[in-house]
């Protein structure tokens, strides 16, 4: 049933919905087009939405990944035949303007309108495409006039779908509107159209509010009744700030430059080759004839050295646990109306870690840096009180590795060869030029990438200043020990860099407080210190290396999905670079938006 909330704030005497009338489910809203309708400048931003095809769609950004969408169970259970009516009073409605409009202007409504509106509405509502609408029924109601004889239902209910996606449009714009700015667009679709008369004479009828001070405007009793009937698709909450320099940055030309210029070094370095033609390969690298089995876009290019491509990020971390989150939004359990407060750690000693993987997925070599003027040889190997001594007290070496009393951090074994980790030390835990070269030279002279047996390795980083630094390139064009290095798109890393990936960055941060809470428990059963010191790192790291850089499987799939290998341009692919897409202006068809917003003269 529908109810009326009499509302005498400005513009009052709105409505509210009990059931939600403009949701769609995903699967909905692939049956359905986008629009493309022209807006003029709205507050301080241009207005732009999606590319036409005549019809309306309402997306979201979000990924399904498992499970039923969100909302998708309650257009599920919406009763059909509620929805079937709601559409037909849309028809009704819409029909009724268009005739009119096209009678302002002497002619005839076009072939295909009501056809167009039918097909509009019961996308809007959930209908499938071979739901029954009488047309006669339709063009009944119309013509005596009985459009609006089905209680309160205002006439902007043809409009908020339009709104709802204009919403939309502007947040993936990172240029979201306020609830004010929101009230202010409804006006503004609105104002001199013929809809506007038809609000304006449905307040007339239903607005005690509107009766008394005729106010054009609609006004905030509207506005909370579009956000109870869109509840599923409009939200409002605090913004989110996106550093200007990084919008600039973050566009689809400057990916794909990215990308063009990254992959034709690979093939100077002997680490790619060309194909004759762009091919679609999928995940594996593999070439497949058909985009839907395909991962990414068609590419010209083929890596074939997997193993010498390399990829590294740094990850700052802490003994202190303050900052910690939950696991993966793990629940605790307390007393109703209590809250589950934790023990925690407040020793703090900085550090950084770095983890080399290769394109095949092979983490190479983990690089510890300690905040600290100079390194301890106790950090670097490490101390676990709990692990059980072995053999006689001097037998050191018997007791240096992982689960063992001096842990040592992980170790990566290349081609038959073990690079232990890399500590080092710098006053505040960051990386330095100096130390960059010392994990290269660490790798070099392991004699891993061999230069006589393949090409020089490359290596993708970020735009750091210590990338730029004389001692860093001098070392890197050393002939006795090359080093091809690309530096991708600054600002951007959280799109292309492998190490900023959920499954390196993201599962390394979970595993790390996973494992200091663990060394702590063992800690507290002991009746031992409650803290972590310096001589803890490498052994919590070496725990939280296999769940996260160590994971072959999952580094794979981070550099597949961000266009490393296969080189595959992926990233071009993400819903908000495609926003980004500078493409050419094609002559706009006329939908029933256009249609309806005419203006009156």
């Not at 295909?112 to 071979?130: D, H, Q, S, Y």
Request: proline share 4%; aromatic share 8%.
């Amino acid at each position: 049933m529908f109810q009326t909330q009499q509302n005498k704030e400005e513009g009052g005497g709105e409505i509210s919905f009990d059931s939600q009338l403009n949701e769609l489910t995903s699967a909905e809203q692939n049956d359905t087009h986008n629009i493309k309708h022209t807006c003029e400048n709205f507050g301080e931003g241009e207005m732009r939405t999606a590319d036409a095809e005549g019809s309306v769609s309402q997306q979201t950004t979000s990924t399904i990944t498992g499970g039923r969408p969100k909302g998708a169970t309650a257009a599920a259970v919406r009763d059909v035949g509620q929805r079937h009516e709601i559409a037909m009073r849309e028809i009704c409605d819409l029909y009724a303007v268009a005739q009119e409009n096209f009678k302002d202007a002497n002619r005839r409504v076009k072939n295909g309108t009501l056809a167009m509106i039918i097909t509009e509405a019961k996308a809007r509502n959930g209908l499938p495409e071979e739901t029954f609408m009488n047309r006669s029924t339709i063009v009944n109601r119309v013509s005596q006039k009985m459009g609006h004889r089905h209680g309160r239902v205002s006439p902007m209910l043809a409009i908020e779908p339009y709104m709802v996606e204009l919403i939309h449009q502007l947040a993936r714009m990172r240029n979201p509107i306020s609830v004010s700015d929101g009230l202010r667009l409804a006006n503004s679709l609105i104002s001199g159209t013929k809809i506007g008369d038809s609000v304006n004479s449905w307040r007339q009828t239903h607005s005690s509010a509107y009766r008394s001070n005729k106010n054009p405007k609609l006004g905030m009793g509207y506005w909370r009744g579009f956000m109870k009937r869109n509840k599923e698709l409009v939200t409002a909450k605090q913004g989110v700030k996106f550093e200007s320099k990084r919008a600039d940055w973050c566009t689809y030309n400057n990916f794909e430059a990215m990308y063009e210029q990254v992959y034709k070094e690979m093939v100077a370095g002997g680490i790619a080759v060309e194909f004759p033609n762009k091919e679609w390969l999928n995940k594996e690298g593999v070439v497949v004839l058909e985009e839907k089995d395909a991962l990414g876009l068609q590419t010209k290019y083929n890596l074939i050295c997997p193993d010498r491509l390399l990829f590294v990020d740094e990850v700052g971390s802490n003994t202190s646990q303050t900052k910690d989150g939950n696991v993966g939004g793990e629940l605790f359990l307390c007393g109703k109306g209590e809250r589950p407060q934790q023990r925690s750690a407040h020793k703090d000693a900085h550090f950084t870690v770095l983890g080399f993987t290769a394109a095949n997925g092979n983490p190479i070599m983990c690089a510890i840096i300690f905040a600290a003027k100079t390194l301890e040889d106790e950090w670097v190997l490490g101390l676990d009180p709990f692990a059980e001594w072995v053999g006689d007290e001097n037998n050191l070496l018997a007791n240096s590795g992982k689960n063992k009393r001096y842990p040592q951090g992980p170790v990566c074994t290349v081609d038959g060869v073990n690079l232990p980790t890399y500590c080092c030390a710098s006053e505040n835990g960051s990386i330095t030029a100096e130390l960059l070269v010392g994990m290269l030279a660490h790798m070099d002279k392991t004699g891993i990438f061999a230069r006589d047996t393949g090409p020089p390795p490359f290596l993708i980083l970020d735009g750091h200043g210590s990338r730029f630094d004389l001692l860093f390139l001098e070392y890197i064009n050393n002939p006795e020990h090359n080093w091809n290095v690309c530096i991708g798109v600054p600002y951007g890393t959280s799109y292309w860099q492998v190490g900023d990936s959920t499954e390196q960055n993201g599962c390394y941060k979970m595993a790390i407080t996973k494992a200091k809470r663990e060394l702590l428990t063992k800690k507290a059963d002991h009746r031992q210190e409650f803290s972590l010191n310096k001589v803890d790192i490498v052994g919590i790291v070496s725990t939280a290396w296999d769940e996260s850089f160590g994971q072959v499987t999952s580094n794979r799939t981070a550099i597949a999905n961000r266009g490393w290998g296969p080189l595959n341009y992926n990233v071009l692919n993400h819903s908000e670079i495609q926003l980004t897409k500078t493409t050419l202006k094609m002559a706009p068809k006329t939908t029933t938006l256009e249609m309806l917003l005419l203006p009156k003269n």
